[in-house]
């Protein structure tokens, strides 16, 4: 059924759309939201729109100071809490924390994550963009299930991104143990996965109140990029040779507060009571790609496939287990 119902279904919201937008007129007075990364490109964007209707936004982060001083300036009730997702101890203790407090939670965004980064191991050697952007992020919602419940009715978005139509998950060797490591098949194995993700705990979770979807946020210029060298992004035609960006990737490319707005669209709005388990972009169900699709838009099949989202489910859990 996955796929079937990987349609659009008219929001009125478009791939421009700011993500204060896209809350206008709630009040998220009461609710409870955790935002990971929410300290700096997209992920500070829908923190600035969620606390801005009302919302109590939690940021875990790496580095507590800096995420402490990036929030300064944003309004709403917010606080900031320690946490890496590379390593699952730390991440295991903010859940128990949370759930120790007695606070239910509404909303889950896992919005941070690493691009296209040198080979890197986390955890028992893992490979680190499926290990920091799925294997945590799994970990996190699993930990946080118990005040995910608490809330009667919630929502996990796992960022996903388009990268995802470059590859599956690499089923036989994910972390790159046997064969030889390329960072591009290596994040869209880890968004693949974080979009199988949201299918599967969709599915597992549903029962409990607890509805998840994938979101593509868009191409937008933020701290991802810190792996990639002007001139690789150059060669991809994301930018000139001197830096400056070309007019046509100017009007494709979203800015951090457009960027946001899907993430934001799918933890909140009221259009997607009654479903779950979608891949979203542009502020909107995807569309499943077709053969006219292009390579930057629609959802590829392996993305909304059930089977596929239980062998990951499967195989990550007893990764987890074995940590």
């Known amino acids: ?3 079937e119902n990987q349609k659009p279904i008219g929001s009125g919201f478009g791939a421009k759309t700011p993500a204060a937008d896209v809350v206008k007129g709630m009040d998220l007075s009461g609710k409870n939201v955790i935002v990971t990364g929410g300290y700096s490109g997209i992920g500070i964007e829908e923190v600035r729109a969620l606390a801005g209707v009302g919302a109590h936004v939690t ?3 790496r580095r507590p100071d800096a995420a402490k001083e990036a929030l300064a300036d944003v309004e709403g009730a917010i606080e900031v809490g320690s946490m890496d997702l590379a390593d699952l ?5 903010f859940a128990d924390d949370y759930v120790g407090s007695g606070r239910r939670l509404d909303i889950l965004i896992n919005n941070a994550g690493i691009m296209a980064c040198p080979l890197a191991r986390v955890g028992p050697g893992w490979e680190s963009q499926f290990g920091i952007n799925h294997l ?3 970990a996190l919602a699993q930990g946080l299930l118990p005040a995910l419940k608490k809330a009667g009715t919630s929502r996990v978005v796992a960022l996903s991104s388009t990268a995802h139509i470059r590859g599956d998950v690499n089923w036989d060797d994910p972390h790159y143990e046997n064969s030889e490591y390329d960072k591009w098949g290596a994040y869209a194995q880890a968004k ?3 979009a199988l993700f949201a299918l599967g705990a969709d599915r597992r979770w549903d029962e409990f109140g607890v509805t998840a979807f994938g979101v593509h946020p868009g191409g937008i210029f933020t701290p991802l990029q810190r792996h990639l060298s002007v001139e690789e992004m150059a ?3 994301w930018m000139n040779p001197d830096g400056t960006i070309p007019p046509a990737i100017q009007a494709m490319f979203k800015t ?3 960027g946001a707005s899907t993430a934001t669209w799918a933890a909140t709005s009221p259009q997607l009571e009654g479903r779950g388990g979608e ?3 542009d502020c909107d169900i995807a569309q499943l790609s077709g053969a006219d699709s292009q390579r930057w838009e629609h959802a590829r099949p392996w993305i909304c496939d059930d089977e596929k989202a239980d062998r990951l489910w499967a195989m990550s859990e007893e990764m987890l287990a074995n940590a």
């Open 279 to 281: 891949y979203c972009e």
């Open 235 to 237: 060669a991809m035609g």
């Open 136 to 138: 945590g992020h799994m």
């Open 59 to 61: 940021v875990p982060a």
């Open 89 to 93: 101890a730390s991440v295991r203790k």
């Open 1 to 3: 059924m996955s796929q």
């Open 256 to 258: 951090p507060e457009q």
């Open 192 to 194: 693949s996965a974080n």
